[in-house]
């Protein structure tokens, strides 16, 4: 069965970025395609801390600027800097337009501490549920207002294009049930994609499940150019109890005083960095890493909390330290670094638009150089809606295109042959996550590159024909490793063992596409090294 839409905008995902562009795109009449229901299993609903903005009177946009630029280790794009920085408090703005309901302690904005922010500067909802609350109140603002068609359970797994490298549109297949030619076909010159990040390549992630690079995997496929794919953030607290995700621990309890130690009660990031246990999260995390490697244990202490004080401030960890029947109060909490947030993407320029005509891109599955090496925290949400808004904005400034519904020849589409069982799927799906974390993790080497690389041919050549997740993740993981590979210096969350320092060779930001992958590929010198070892 095939069915073809028209519209003039298509946008794919209903996180935060999705929803926002399409809210912002009023009254145009556009669509909007998620896999699931609408914000469900997206990192926007899961998000904690909150939102960074300069909105107290010691703060000031310039302060949040150079804070979010001594992060981002020499790699940020300064105008995307200052553009979210100096749009923050309009963000702010927006949200309490639509709803949204800041924390305040005696009618002030009640303001979060967060690792390498000089300011109190993280505005949050209800303690740690500011992710939940703003996706609620997106939701039922855009379903107000009437010009979004709301297409849920669609999986977008292809972007078409014309021969001059125009967006035509998009095809996905129903994804609630198994039938994969229940195809549908978006017919659309503007296709934002607005996917999230990939996560979920990692055994250790706080991403939900679906969060698995998608929108890198259609991009790439369709020709865009990518850029800053090495660099991933690993979170230093996630909780570490053999669950999958990992549930988050959010840097505002630190924030509020909560320490780090090993298992002798050693505060051991007092020694490692002048912020101690605020220090930027790549230095937290290959802390903790080094430790665990020779054998230590790491915890987040939260003793110093009262039981009911740690509910009220932190209803989401409290809850789930009470399933995993941790009392704060009492016992140390362990944690491990865990996948958390992808600074790289698909390129994008300040409106958002990527390398192909009609392709746009916002929220984590871009990569508009606001965070360049590392990602300072909030600014992710931050960055989400002023792109979103961005990208509208340029949107509404074009003419609508009249065109005539185009039909599609839906055997293209189809896989070629049987792809393997979700079971036998899950076996390799876990290979390919436990294989990012040891050799793409939070420290990584030419040899544990090269070594990443022999185990995605060997999942590939085991696994046979692929599923569509498994393929997406493949992918989007050997253009992780190819970029980590190319990065021969240590910079930001990039940290390579065998070249530990930063060199300004490498002060550019990398962009690649596709066929630099394939080409890279067919060489095949990563197998002759791993043979030679
Ligand atoms: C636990 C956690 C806590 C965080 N806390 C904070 C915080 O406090 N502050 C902060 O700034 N950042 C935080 N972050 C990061 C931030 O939440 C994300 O970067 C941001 O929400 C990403 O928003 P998004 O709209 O780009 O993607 P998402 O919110 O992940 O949404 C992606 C959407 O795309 C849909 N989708 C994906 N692929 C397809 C497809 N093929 N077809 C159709 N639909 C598809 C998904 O179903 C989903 O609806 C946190 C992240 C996590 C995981």
């Known amino acids: 069965m095939e069915s073809i839409y028209k519209s003039d905008v298509v946008i794919v995902g209903s996180g935060i970025s999705g929803l926002t562009v399409a ?172 996917t999230g990040g990939i996560g979920s390549i990692y055994a250790y992630t706080t991403n939900p499940r679906d969060v698995y690079g998608e929108g890198i995997s259609l991009a790439a496929t369709a020709g865009a150019e990518l850029v800053d794919l090495e660099f991933v953030q690993f979170h230093p607290t996630a909780l570490d109890i053999g669950v999958d995700p990992n549930p988050l621990l959010t840097e505002a309890i630190r924030g509020e005083g909560a320490t780090l130690v090993d298992e002798n009660n050693n505060r051991f990031m007092k020694k490692i960095h002048a912020l101690s246990d605020l220090a ?37 960890a409290d809850k789930y330290l009470k399933n995993a029947n941790i009392n704060v109060e009492k016992e140390l909490i362990p944690i491990i670094p865990a996948a958390h947030y992808h600074m790289g993407g698909t390129k994008v320029n300040m409106d958002g638009m990527t390398s192909i005509n009609g392709l746009w891109a916002c929220g984590e599955t871009s990569s508009t150089g606001a965070h360049g090496a590392n990602r300072l925290a909030s600014n992710s949400l931050l960055e989400a809606f002023v792109y979103a808004i961005r990208i509208a904005r340029k949107i509404n400034s074009l003419p609508i295109k009249n065109y005539a519904i185009r039909s599609i020849n839906i055997k293209n589409y189809l896989p070629k042959e049987k792809t393997i069982s979700k079971v036998r799927a899950k076996k390799y799906i876990w290979q390919l996550r436990s294989t990012m974390n040891k050799f793409v993790g939070v420290e990584r080497s030419d040899k544990t590159l090269n070594n990443a690389f022999v185990e995605f041919d060997k999942i590939e050549r085991e696994a046979k ?62 197998d002759k090294k791993v043979v030679n070892e």
Request: proline share 2%.
């Open 23 to 194: 809210i912002s795109l009023y009254p145009r009449k556009v669509t909007l395609v998620t896999k699931r229901k609408l914000g469900e299993m997206s990192s926007s609903a899961w998000a904690q801390g909150g939102i960074a903005a300069a909105v107290s009177e010691e703060d000031s946009p310039q302060k949040h600027f150079e804070d979010t630029i001594k992060v981002s280790a020499g790699l940020s794009d300064e105008n995307s800097v200052k553009e979210i920085t100096e749009k923050a408090v309009s963000v702010v703005n927006f949200l309490e337009k639509i709803g949204v309901i800041f924390d305040r302690e005696k009618g002030e904005l009640s303001l979060s501490k967060e690792a390498a922010h000089s300011q109190r500067r993280v505005l949050k909802v209800n303690g740690d549920q500011s992710g939940k609350f703003i996706v609620e109140k997106l939701i039922n603002y855009a379903r107000k207002l009437g010009h979004i068609t709301f297409v849920e359970n669609v999986s977008i797994d292809h972007i078409t294009k014309n021969n001059n490298n125009e967006c035509t549109g998009v095809i996905g297949h129903i994804h609630q049930d198994q039938i994969v030619d229940n195809i549908v076909f978006f017919q659309a010159p503007n296709v934002i994609l607005a």
């Open 280 to 316: 930027p999260r790549d230095i937290v995390s290959r802390a903790i890493h080094d430790l665990k490697m020779q054998g230590h244990s790491t915890f987040l202490d939260c003793r110093k909390f009262n039981s009911n004080t740690f509910k009220k401030l932190f209803p989401t």
């Open 465 to 526: 024909n692929l599923s569509a997740k498994l393929k997406d993740m493949l992918l989007v993981s050997r253009l992780i490793t190819f970029a980590a590979k190319l990065r021969k210096e240590s910079r930001g969350t990039h940290y390579r063992t065998d070249f530990p320092n930063m060199n300004t060779n490498y002060n550019q930001r990398k962009v690649l596409n596709i066929n630099d992958l394939n080409s890279f590929l067919s060489e095949k010198e990563y």
